[in-house]
């Protein structure tokens, strides 16, 4: 049975707010022997907002309706992937000391935004976000921080409010809206898997296929192969043999449904929609759809994968040798994964169980940059002007005021000068080199801007 909870009333958007900053400090997983590692910034509202997103509303009927799931994760990842503004900051001259004696670099870089350690697995729908821990469900529910487990358990899979939580000898089936356990199942050689369509058991020759809360048993059959693997879709069920046939049974008939021709080697598959992703013992990835007309499951398209490549949940994509790549397109990634999962245009991976969220896209981060007292200094060594540049590199100008590279600082210099409003100038007052550009100024300092190859810097001089 469900846990008794509290009835969640309707909040305004201050109140939303409000709520998710006093209880994110309880969603953030609680620091063991080894601290949760920073792969990157940590972006402070990333699980704010994705519980302000998730938010439902029981008691009072909503004002207006609620966002589709492309809304809520568009929301989702324009909160988590916010770029830091050059042009802001611009315009925003600091006053202080400090602020003046530092200088700050914008760089284009992928966000990397850590969710939580300690994660065995993870599953992601619609705007809410479960994490199965050693003897919990962690949710991203205000409403429904986390749901206690009894036993140990090595996967979770959500569908709408109901996560199915797997482990070797039996399955848990919890309810986020309630906030509890439903029902448990013995899955000692059986499997069992979840959609909006109901609630599926399967063993080696037989199937069983019950309603989403497993109360009512809609109908079974047997299959003449022995079979490996099964998943529950949208309208079909989908078996794979231990000879590599894959075959669809309709949800609607419990009729057979298309079958593929030849037999393929399995290692992972993922039934998205109308599409099947196959990731083969020969490393290949295929994307296969069903054609009802001829009952044939049919190769669309394919890619070449190498060992050690698995698919993400939910997708077609597979991690690979650094990469997350599918059948058609393939991007770096900034870390490394063991599983992971792309949904909803949002990409979330897990390495030695830290979970973080991914964004490929660059965008601009500032940072500070250390070490930058020599900064405008110049020593003239036999006719070039050496200095030492924001990016810790050794550059010189010439006469003609062009900038070029050198291997190393001179030891000595002929003289030193600094520069002035980030340029070097004659007696006349023409500028012979212009390092930087002037941005903004007060009554204190002048900012100055550099760019080196992609990245900005500021820094600022005072003003004489």
Known sequence: MASKTSSCQELTEKEKRELALKVYPTLKTVRKQNPIRRLLRFGGGALVLLIVCSCSVAAVAPSKPEPMAEQTSVMIKNGMTKADDPKEFEMSMPESEFSLATVYKYSKEPTVVNISSDVIDFDYDKGTMVLLKKDRLETNRPECLAVNLDGEYTSVLLRGSLALIGGRKKAVLADIDRCGTLAAADTERKGVSL?????LEFTSNSYTLYDRYRTKEIFSGTFLG??????????????????????LIDTATNKFSAITKDPIGIRQINYVDSDIYVYTDENRLLRMQADFGSAEIKVINRAQGKDGCFLLKKSGYMFCDGYVTGTESAFRSPVGADSGLYSEGLLFLKKDGVLVFVDSELNFRKSVVLGTENIGKVCLKDGKGFFKDLDRSVKYFSADGMEHISDKYPEDCDHTFSMSEGAVRDSAGKVI?????SVNRSIKAVMLKRIIDKDIYYYFEAKK
């Not at 080199?433 to 550009?437: D, G, I, L, N, T």
């Open 226 to 247: 022995r079979v490996i693997y099964g998943q529950l879709g949208k309208a079909n069920m989908l078996f794979a043999t231990d000879n590599g046939k894959i075959a």
């Open 195 to 199: 959609s909006d369509s109901g609630y």
């Open 433 to 437: 080199f212009r390092y930087a550009e």
